[in-house]
Structure formats: structure tokens, C-alpha cells
């Protein structure tokens, strides 16, 4: 019994050291949001215009990154993980196959080309609020809004 709760305890602690290890805004990370059970981190990200931004599935739930195709630029570029061409495609995908599934540990980036403000969902989670925002502006500094 002593070794069982040994085991508890060393568990929990090292939940606890890790706690602080998954920066927000990918600080240190290999990429620019992160995705937890039921949101994007950051929700709203600022990036100058022909810059990528990377996603990347840091819970063990699956995820996708879906743009709104109706909250882009009219001249942007569609995105979603799975690489589909069209909102309704994405939707379509998850809904029969799960299309566009990032699993823990899976990235998915996008450059931007054209100013503007981009929001976006993740399907799954849509009714639980799960959306984001990239911001691209033209020239200067980028950066994550939330810092």
C-alpha cells in the first residue's frame, strides 16, 4: 500500500512541475497557438502579412482548424486542416470520416497573404465556443495580442 501511494504522490507532483511547461502563444514552442480541451491559445493572434502561423494539438482531444468562409478576406485563400477548399468540404469531412482530425501532438500551418481579419472554429467544438482570430496586418511587427 505505501508504494501505491508513493506512486500517487510522485504522479501528482509531476503533473504539477509540468503545469507550467505548454506556454501560451507557443512562447518557446514550435508553433503560434495551441489548442486545449475546448479552446484555441491564444484566441487572437496578430502576424504581419506572408507570415505562417502554426497550430498545434497540445490535449488529447481531437481538433481541426476550420475557417469561417464567410469571416475572411474576399481575396484570401480558404484554410483548413485536412487542406479541404471549402467550409461546407471541412464540415462535410468530419461530419462522414472525421476529415482534417488533428490528434495530440499534430501541427497544421497557413501563410497569410492578404490583410485582414480571419476567424475560424474548430468543428468538434464549435458549440462549446472553441473559435479563434488571426489578425494579419501589412509590414511591421507581428505578434500575439494576448502578450
Not at 508513493?6 to 489548442?35: E, P
Amino acid at each position: 500500500m505505501k508504494r501505491r501511494t508513493f506512486l500517487a504522490a510522485a504522479g501528482a507532483a509531476g503533473i504539477t512541475a509540468l503545469a507550467g511547461c505548454g506556454s501560451a502563444g507557443g512562447q518557446g514552442q514550435n508553433y503560434d497557438v495551441g489548442m486545449t480541451a475546448m479552446a484555441f491559445d491564444p484566441a487572437e493572434i496578430t502576424v504581419s502579412v506572408g507570415e505562417e502561423v502554426v497550430w498545434q494539438n497540445t490535449s488529447t482531444r481531437d481538433h481541426t482548424v476550420t475557417a469561417y468562409e464567410n469571416s475572411i478576406p474576399k481575396e484570401a485563400e480558404y484554410f483548413a486542416s485536412g487542406d479541404y477548399e471549402s467550409e461546407q468540404a471541412a464540415r462535410d469531412a468530419w461530419r462522414s470520416e472525421f476529415g482534417g482530425a488533428l490528434n495530440n501532438g499534430d501541427t497544421f500551418a497557413h501563410t497569410f497573404e492578404v490583410p485582414g481579419r480571419y476567424e475560424y472554429v474548430c468543428i468538434p467544438h464549435e458549440r462549446s465556443g472553441m473559435v479563434g482570430s488571426v489578425i494579419v496586418e501589412e509590414g511591421g511587427s507581428s505578434g500575439n495580442q494576448s502578450e
